[in-house]
């Protein structure tokens, strides 16, 4: 049974950092890819980044990009979401999924960016 | 980027209705896409994958079909319980890309 659970998130100033973690069970984490798709509240899903199962790729999208860092740590079996210089539009309910054509994914943690 | 066309943006049914979805890709994606339906508060859960495949645990009432850049989602008699949004999402290249969703309401 997959079960992925994210933490992390929280209320942060614009311009602040914040690291989301993804944590896995249930499955071969280090055989898999993981994403992070966001969704702004009352608004579409927005993916974000992508990192292949052992971490050797790493792909963003445009609004992240220079901004976030994706990374795992497969020992542990979680993925992170390292995100810097934040933004209003972050504010957003943030999702862990697994594998290229994700059917499984995590209950998301909401980031707020706000002063 | 590929662009997903989804329509319409929201629908109102009533139950036993016949209930039809679709999603344009801006090019080929084989048949590379899911359907999520999404409660309110809840994440996105998987019912179609590889555009026509039934997720294990979904009701039958739910389908898809399609390939290319054409494809559809049906609910063949709806049920109370389906109220919610749901999305296409294509996964044939990065950046993944979402429809704009579908809200739908029993009328």
């Known amino acids: 049974h997959v079960q992925l659970v994210e933490s992390g998130g929280g209320v942060v100033q614009p311009g602040g950092s914040l690291r989301l973690s993804c944590a896995a069970s249930g499955f071969t984490f280090s055989s898999y890819g993981m994403h992070w798709v966001r969704q702004a509240p009352g608004k579409g899903l927005e993916w974000v980044a992508h990192?292949?199962?052992?971490?050797?790729?790493?792909y963003y999208a445009d609004s992240v990009k220079g901004r976030f860092t994706i990374s795992r740590d497969n020992s542990k079996n979680t993925v992170f979401l390292q995100m810097n210089s934040l933004r209003g539009e972050d504010t957003a309910v943030y999702y862990c999924?697994?594998?290229?054509?994700?059917?499984?994914w995590g209950q998301g943690t909401l980031v707020t960016v706000s002063s | 980027d590929i662009q997903m066309t989804q329509s319409p943006s929201s629908l109102s049914a009533s139950v036993g209705d016949r209930v039809t979805i679709t999603c344009q890709a801006s090019q080929d994606i084989n048949n590379s896409l899911n359907w999520y339906q999404q409660k309110p508060g809840k994440a996105p859960k998987v019912l179609i994958y590889?555009?026509?495949n039934l997720e294990t645990g979904v009701p039958s009432r739910f389908s898809g079909s399609g390939s290319g850049t054409d494809f559809t989602f049906t609910i063949s008699s709806l049920q109370p319980d389906d109220i919610a949004t749901y999305y296409c999402?294509?996964?044939?290249?990065?950046?993944?890309?979402f429809g704009q969703g579908t809200r739908l309401e029993i009328k």
């Open positions: 999402q294509q996964y044939d290249n990065l950046p993944l890309t």
């Open positions: 990192t292949r199962f052992d971490g050797s790729k790493k």
């Open positions: 999924a697994k594998d290229w054509a994700p059917r499984d």
């Open positions: 590889d555009a026509a």
